[in-house]
């Protein structure tokens, strides 16, 4: 079983950043994908950011929607199996709960999909 714990949500202005922290922790081989999904209030979950480890298979990379392209990073230490969303030039429409999402392969052969608790992001314009 792995866990996803997400932490550095808050109350930022507009204009201002924040960082993200996802960290996985547990019975993990490896992750192989990490992604920030997040929820605005009435709305439906929707995906903001993800990146994918290359692997033997898969070429990578990372994805952004595009309403936070330029603004928002996602990086990923494969080392610490914690991930990062920096968020920057922050608007009052990203106001929403974050959740991060990764594939964990918990051995060579087994790889399973993990949702973390979420964290709320307010932006106060």
């Known amino acids: 079983q792995v866990q996803l714990v997400e932490s550095g949500g808050g109350l930022v202005e507009a204009g201002g950043s924040l960082r993200l922290p996802c960290s996985a922790s547990g019975n993990i081989f490896s992750v192989d994908k990490m992604g920030w999904y997040r929820q605005l209030p009435g709305k439906e979950r929707e995906l903001g950011a993800s990146m994918r480890i290359p692997t033997v298979g898969s070429a990578g990379g990372t994805k952004y929607t595009d309403s936070v392209k330029g603004r928002f990073t996602i990086s990923l230490d494969g080392a610490k199996n914690t991930g990062y969303l920096q968020m920057n030039l922050l608007k009052a429409e990203d106001t929403a709960v974050y959740y991060c999402?990764?594939?964990?392969?918990?051995?060579?052969?087994?790889?399973?999909?993990?949702w973390g608790q979420g964290t709320q992001v307010t932006v106060s314009s």
């Open positions: 999402n990764a594939d964990v392969r918990e051995t060579r052969w087994h790889q399973y999909n993990y």
